[in-house]
């Protein structure tokens, strides 16, 4: 019975997918702007069509995976290469800044220290499907505001996987983020 669930939320939620890229495409909106609508609408906070689950997590996890495949295959290595410069400097620049204004402000709403880290890091990172579609839908990719953006969006890609494992790490141990990191 519980194969039986897994199979029928497997198949809910590649039906809501496709009706979402049907639904956006008229209203010129990005695919991913319908799935998230879409997840909020069936999800458990929504009508309740989809509940959180090991098939769930897992459907997930391989959209991330297909997702950061297909961001890699327009991606040379010679473009990174090229943009090192734009990767090192821009990027740890932006996160470290952002990182830390939004641990400040989530700070002053009164939460914890390494709550107020983890939320800063998160709001941080931007999504780079979203900002790569939208740059290409406008033509500017390959202009230097583009190559720079790109930059930055790798080196938050990089980031975004070294917080997915420490976020996982602390959830699976219990351990506080200061244990986590060293301190």
Request: aromatic share 4%; proline share 3%; glycine share 10%.
């Amino acid at each position: 019975m519980e194969e039986l669930h897994s199979l029928s939320s497997v198949l809910i939620l590649l039906v809501v997918g496709i009706l979402s890229i049907i639904t956006m495409r008229p209203l010129r909106l990005s695919p991913i702007v319908g799935y998230l609508l879409a997840g909020i609408l069936i999800g458990p906070q929504g009508i309740g069509l989809i509940h959180e689950s090991d098939t769930t997590h897992l459907v997930a996890e391989l959209g991330v995976v297909f997702l950061l495949f297909d961001i890699g295959l327009h991606f040379s290595l010679g473009h990174i290469w090229d943009a090192r410069k734009d990767i090192l400097g821009l990027g740890p620049a932006q996160v470290i800044l952002c990182t830390a204004a939004f641990s400040g402000i989530a700070l002053l709403t009164g939460i914890g220290l390494e709550f107020s880290v983890v939320v800063g890091a998160t709001l941080a990172l931007s999504s780079t499907a979203v900002a790569v579609q939208i740059m290409a839908d406008h033509g500017q990719q390959h202009c230097p505001v583009g190559v720079s953006a790109t930059a930055v969006l790798i080196f938050q890609d990089i980031c975004a996987i070294f917080l997915l494992i420490l976020a996982s790490s602390m959830e699976d141990t219990g351990v506080s983020l200061g244990s986590a990191i060293g301190l």
